[in-house]
């Protein structure tokens, strides 16, 4: 059994604004609960000019209670108010040539109970072809073209009808109950203990149906958690906007000091309780 | 910027998204994002960034995962990372309509 959540939306900012910005897109005011970001990996090709970034996140969460009904605290680590971190690995690839970035990431624990992976695709709407026909429609329209994204101190992304679509799209699969790791257990005599196996606790659950309750609370809080990721790449965005990199950076101070204060900004407020984000 | 998970990685994880950011993003040359970049700049201070990391992902057994992760992934990478032409969400994209 699998869930799967998926939607279609557009960012009115130039695909190259939009991949700086998934870079730049923690701290936000809407992600309060990232703790850390870290570069584990990055390497760019040079002939196929495709650059590939893995990252670790590290995020704060609250277990929704209906997880912690069925699944004791004890085995998930989490606190008495069901308050847990978890990292999440995340890996990109810009496709500047052929204007296309394509985002993936999942969490790194627990992955037995509940295997949650949020893809993303950031795409230029136009393709090579029909911008090249395009420069013959006059030297101005190309200018500004190649010309809109500079983040010198005063830069700023200039206003153009350019946009970029965004496919995201969230998998959901639990194996609670499962072997799902076989090979990786024959290796290890001690297997059992690291398996989240059926146990007294749910056992009246059938497995079919334990791992379609837990499916459907990650699919909630998937579909819950998507607009404010969304804002938060919209702040980014605006900042980039208005200032260019120096007052995304200039920004992003201003939410880690709140964050690591202990005064989330404003903007937090909005977020629903016990939520979760991307 | 975004912090480190390891505090004593922040300065050096600073040195090295600075350097990052300017090589993705500088406006003259405008390399990369102008798809005419050779190399990524910065590979001194990211050696610099991942032995201050790599020494807390082990200390913190946070290898081990990603390994596994790693393992798990290889078939799914071949999946859905693949180029343009046949991603299937491209079927309701306007300009192949």
Same mark, same amino acid.
Request: aromatic share 8%; with cysteine; charged share 30%.
């Given at each position: 059994?699998?869930?799967?959540?998926?939607?279609?939306?557009?960012?009115?900012?130039?695909?190259?604004?939009?991949?700086?910005?998934?870079?730049?897109?923690?701290?936000?005011?809407?992600?309060?609960?990232?703790?850390?970001?870290?570069?584990?990996?990055?390497?760019?090709?040079?002939?196929?000019?495709?650059?590939?970034?893995?990252?670790?996140?590290?995020?704060?969460?609250?277990?929704?209670?209906?997880?912690?009904?069925?699944?004791?605290?004890?085995?998930?680590?989490?606190?008495?108010?069901?308050?847990?971190?978890?990292?999440?690995?995340?890996?990109?690839?810009?496709?500047?040539?052929?204007?296309?970035?394509?985002?993936?990431?999942?969490?790194?624990?627990?992955?037995?109970?509940?295997?949650?992976?949020?893809?993303?695709?950031?795409?230029?709407?136009?393709?090579?072809?029909?911008?090249?026909?395009?420069?013959?429609?006059?030297?101005?329209?190309?200018?500004?073209?190649?010309?809109?994204?500079?983040?010198?101190?005063?830069?700023?992304?200039?206003?153009?009808?350019?946009?970029?679509?965004?496919?995201?799209?969230?998998?959901?699969?639990?194996?609670?109950?499962?072997? @799902?790791?076989?090979?990786?257990?024959?290796?290890?005599?001690?297997?059992?203990?690291?398996?989240?196996?059926?146990?007294?606790?749910?056992?009246?659950?059938?497995?079919?149906?334990?791992?379609?309750?837990?499916?459907?609370?990650?699919?909630?809080?998937?579909?819950?958690?998507?607009?404010?990721?969304?804002?938060?790449?919209?702040?980014?965005?605006?900042?980039?906007?208005?200032?260019?990199?120096?007052?995304?950076?200039?920004?992003?101070?201003?939410?880690?000091?709140?964050?690591?204060?202990?005064?989330?900004?404003?903007?937090?407020?909005?977020?629903?309780?016990?939520?979760?984000?991307? | 910027?975004?912090?480190?998970?390891?505090?004593?990685?922040?300065?050096?994880?600073?040195?090295?998204?600075?350097?990052?950011?300017? @090589?993705?993003?500088?406006?003259?040359?405008?390399?990369?994002?102008?798809?005419?970049?050779?190399?990524?700049?910065?590979?001194?201070?990211?050696?610099?960034?991942?032995?201050?990391?790599?020494?807390?992902?082990?200390?913190?057994?946070?290898?081990?995962?990603?390994?596994?992760?790693?393992?798990?992934?290889?078939?799914?990478?071949?999946?859905?990372?693949?180029?343009?032409?046949?991603?299937?969400?491209?079927?309701?994209?306007?300009?192949?309509?």
């Amino acid at each position: 059994m699998v869930k799967f959540y998926a939607s279609t939306d557009n960012y009115p900012y130039p695909f190259p604004a939009v991949t700086l910005a998934y870079f730049l897109r923690y701290p936000n005011p809407y992600s309060t609960h990232v703790v850390s970001t870290d570069t584990i990996s990055r390497h760019y090709d040079p002939e196929t000019q495709k650059l590939t970034t893995i990252r670790l996140h590290l995020k704060r969460s609250k277990l929704p209670s209906a997880v912690l009904r069925l699944v004791p605290r004890s085995i998930l680590g989490a606190s008495a108010s069901g308050d847990t971190q978890s990292f999440i690995l995340e890996k990109s690839i810009v496709d500047i040539k052929n204007g296309r970035m394509d985002t993936e990431s999942q969490n790194l624990e627990w992955r037995g109970v509940l295997s949650v992976v949020e893809r993303q695709s950031f795409i230029r709407p136009m393709s090579a072809a029909q911008e090249d026909a395009k420069i013959f429609q006059g030297m101005e329209g190309a200018a500004r073209r190649h010309g809109f994204l500079s983040f010198g101190p005063d830069a700023k992304v200039e206003d153009t009808c350019e946009s970029t679509d965004v496919h995201s799209s969230v998998t959901l699969h639990s194996h609670i109950g499962e072997k @799902w790791k076989k090979k990786r257990n024959a290796e290890d005599s001690t297997d059992d203990d690291e398996q989240p196996q059926k146990m007294g606790f749910f056992k009246s659950w059938s497995t079919a149906s334990l791992q379609r309750s837990i499916e459907m609370i990650g699919l909630k809080r998937a579909r819950r958690s998507q607009p404010n990721a969304k804002e938060g790449m919209k702040v980014v965005l605006e900042r980039m906007r208005e200032g260019g990199l120096v007052a995304v950076l200039e920004g992003m101070r201003r939410d880690r000091e709140a964050i690591l204060g202990g005064h989330p900004h404003a903007f937090s407020n909005r977020r629903p309780p016990n939520d979760d984000d991307e | 910027m975004s912090a480190s998970l390891a505090p004593e990685c922040n300065d050096v994880k600073e040195r090295y998204d600075n350097c990052f950011l300017k @090589w993705y993003s500088e406006s003259d040359p405008h390399e990369y994002l102008r798809g005419s970049a050779t190399t990524d700049d910065c590979e001194k201070l990211f050696k610099q960034y991942e032995q201050c990391l790599t020494k807390v992902l082990k200390d913190k057994g946070i290898d081990k995962m990603l390994n596994e992760a790693r393992e798990d992934n290889k078939d799914n990478d071949a999946e859905h990372m693949h180029p343009v032409s046949c991603f299937p969400i491209f079927l309701d994209h306007p300009d192949l309509s």
